[in-house]
């Protein structure tokens, strides 16, 4: 992911007011070995473990939505052949645009709720998949397992699909933490055998990612960065970030510093934070003949990652200043670009150059967010 920070931001949310240790504290952790539910330190350690599982059950290929992160398409490669199937600009998935891509040889679907937002024909394109015998794996990443209702983390909601990932280290300042589910407790167990092992096999998949490179773009290719992290807390590629190796030193699981922030954290301010300044942007944020709000509303049940803009034309010049006066992101990318037939990713080109994305973060304040709403809309003015 490509960041621009132009602006100074100061955290206004003091650690205070996001933790606490009375009678608010969220006891996270007799749930953390929820039935079904396994830990890992980031999505793509379980990304990395359940196509491992998969190869070993015959599975050949994956699909995934041609809109999205090189970190989610990587775990996959060298592991388990890959195919894209094209993503509206609205960013919603529909079962034609599945259907027409679900070869025999397709053993694995993956789609996304993307930004927080969930899938309006999710339970549609589950069946269809199902009903062809192909697995389905909800990839929850952008999404947190917050109820509204107690007010705290639930990991206790079984999956329509056979798997839902989710990346908590996304929605909460802690510095790794994701969750898998695998619907059928015989593959839990399973894949569970499985789940300290991939620290070899991230370092074979890198000389994977070496070799398709050089097939892709010929000796020389190596140079270009391609492994990025969108994480909005602190990620494990930021150099020198100590929680980061951490993370990486408890075998690929958990830390147990995440686990305990899990606890402490006051999430309902965290969240609440979230989702005001996502208001907060819906109401100030103006749209215009270059520029539409992807989620114009926000309901109960959202738990909104980013602000997500769709750039209806690709104006070089907006672009241009928008990346070097905001700080905001344009993502994802594929992780190779498709160079040889454009026409069969062309979606994906445009999405990827077409989408704005504007932190949300909890520690991000209103008087800010409403500084960069103002920059935006002076931007797209011309
Ligand atoms: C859609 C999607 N799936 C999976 C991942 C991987 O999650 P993690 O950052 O926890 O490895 C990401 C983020 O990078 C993502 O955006």
Known sequence: ???????????????????????????????????NALWFAFGRDALITLAIYLRGMGVKKVLLPSYICDVAVLPFAGILQLDFYEVNPDLILTEELILSKLGDDVGLVLIVDYFGFEQPNKNRI?????????????????????????????????????????????QLPIPDGSLL??????????????????????????????LLKQTYFGPGADGIPIVTSNSTTVSHEDPGDPWGRRARAEGYRISSIAKHLLKAY???????????????????????NSFIKIRPFISRNDMPYMFPLYLRSVNTN????LKTLLPG?????LYLPIKQDIS?????????DNVFLLSIQQDLDKQKI?????????????
């Not at 589910?181 to 070496?210: A, F």
């Not at 992101?329 to 990318?333: C, D, N, S, V």
């Not at 069969?344 to 990827?352: E, F, G, P, Q, V």
């Open 1 to 35: 992911m490509r960041t621009t920070h132009h602006y100074n931001i100061t955290p206004s949310l003091h650690l205070s007011d996001i933790i606490t240790y009375g009678d608010d504290r969220v006891n996270v952790i007799k749930e953390v070995n929820a039935r």
């Open 126 to 170: 589950i069946n269809l998949c199902q009903s062809k015998g192909i697995r389905v794996l909800d990839d929850l990443a952008h999404k947190a397992p917050y109820d509204k209702v107690s007010e705290s983390l639930t990991f206790n909601i079984p999956p329509a699909a056979d798997y839902a990932l989710y990346s908590l280290h996304k």
């Open 181 to 210: 589910y695998v619907r059928n407790s015989d593959e839990t167990q399973e894949i569970s055998k499985l789940s300290n092992r991939p620290r070899g096999l991230y370092r074979s998949m890198r000389s994977t990612i070496k």
């Open 266 to 288: 006051r999430l309902k301010t965290i969240f609440a934070h979230r989702c005001e300044n996502y208001t907060t942007y819906l109401e100030n944020i103006q749209t215009s």
């Open 318 to 321: 907006i672009k241009l200043r």
């Open 329 to 333: 992101y344009f993502w994802p990318r």
């Open 344 to 352: 069969k990713y062309s979606r994906t080109i445009d999405l990827a």
């Open 370 to 382: 409403l500084s960069v709403a103002e920059l935006f809309n002076k931007i797209i003015a011309g």
